[in-house]
DNA sequence: CCCCGGTTTTAATGATGATTAAAATACGGA
DNA sequence: TCCGTATTTTAATCATCATTAAAACCGGGG
């Protein structure tokens, strides 16, 4: 037995626990949290769903990690987008370049944030600190862009809600496509950034 | 007893049938289909769960009717924006307009289409059918607008997968508040429809 | 006051699904 | 080949609902 708790490390079992992670935001995104069952995930790993917890707690835990996960990659894509530099507007295309990029490549499919009420207490707290906290600094990625006149006079936050929700939409409509996965690149960033050009 | 199909006429039941088609559209946007009970949705009327069974003939049907019902409202928004005539860019914003007003207004909440494969198999054609046309549609009216020059040249598909995705995420952040109401209606149309323009 | 249709509750029933413990299997190294 | 550890399965257990049937409630017309 592992103490199954944190790691994620390149071992075996790091990554067929990865592997479990993925199963489980791929059936997050189809069914919901309370609407697919270990079974459903395990399925898609061959196993039953006993197995499950060889690698995790339970299904509480898996779903605060596929939430995690996706807050870690929107993060990293934020992070990225910044240190590459350049104006706000830059740096906001460049973050939904990245971020769109996450969903449709090959980070596997990424739980979308759905249901974060069904959460556990402490579990919700953790995420919504999290979400809060990369909507907050995309919208001062905004402002930023306003104060270099980069990006037209807006309500950021509103404006952050909109690309946002662009973006969290996706894995409702694709699908793994290769071809859908080109297009998506080719245009989301340009005409979610275009409405924000001074 | 009454036959519950279908009715939704201004008698005490319907107008009582239609405040249940309300709760469940909230209770199902805040914890999912699965999610939430019939104990939830019945909580908010004041009743017990099984006083559902007065009004509707089970959890299917009502997942079915908030998902028609949303979709009627789109389609209606649609339909109106597109009679009211103008370019297509003119005809994409009143939409978007009168769409999001739909989902802040009184209309109330409006179910997001959020968990389709866990509809009854037939319940799921149907939904998908609907949404399949109004995407048809809404890009119809993209195209159109491209041939008359009001909107650049764009993937029509994709551009309008960002649109409605960053309307469908509306009712995971909104929760009622008017104020908030206000800046969605001064903020979504513009933005949305900004990106679009030539 | 009593009856009746419309409405709601109480009290089962049954299915589903998360979780656990014990048993079974696989498999690399001695 | 044999052992021990890692992995997976089988077979309970237990709680949570959806659903149903029967009984109770409630208000208006006779």
Redesign the pocket.
């Known amino acids: 037995?592992?103490s199954n708790s944190t790691k994620s490390a390149t071992s075996?079992?790091g990554d067929?626990r990865e592997q479990l992670l993925r199963a489980a935001a791929r059936c997050f995104n189809e069914k919901g949290y309370s609407g697919?069952?270990?079974?459903d995930v395990?399925a898609h790993l061959?196993?039953?769903?006993?197995?499950i917890?060889?690698?995790i707690?339970?299904?509480?835990q898996l779903v605060y990690e596929c939430y995690r996960r996706a807050a870690d990659i929107g993060r990293a894509a934020l992070d990225d987008a910044i240190a590459n530099g350049g104006s706000g507007l830059d740096i906001a295309r460049d973050y939904v370049r990245r971020h769109v990029d996450a969903h449709c490549g090959s980070a596997g499919p990424i739980a979308i944030m759905s249901e974060i009420p069904s959460l556990r207490d402490d579990d919700r707290e953790h995420i919504l600190a999290l979400s809060r906290e990369h909507s907050a600094r995309f919208e001062q990625v905004l402002e930023r862009g306003i104060e270099d006149g980069s990006i037209l006079a807006c309500d950021v936050r509103m404006t952050g809600n909109a690309i946002m929700g662009a973006i969290n939409w996706i894995p409702k409509w694709f699908h793994g496509d290769d071809a859908v996965a080109q297009r998506v690149a080719a245009t989301f960033p340009d005409y979610l950034t275009r409405g924000l050009g001074a």
């Open positions: 037995m592992v075996a079992f067929k697919t069952s270990l079974k395990s061959g196993l039953t769903d006993a197995a917890y060889y690698y707690d339970g299904k509480q």
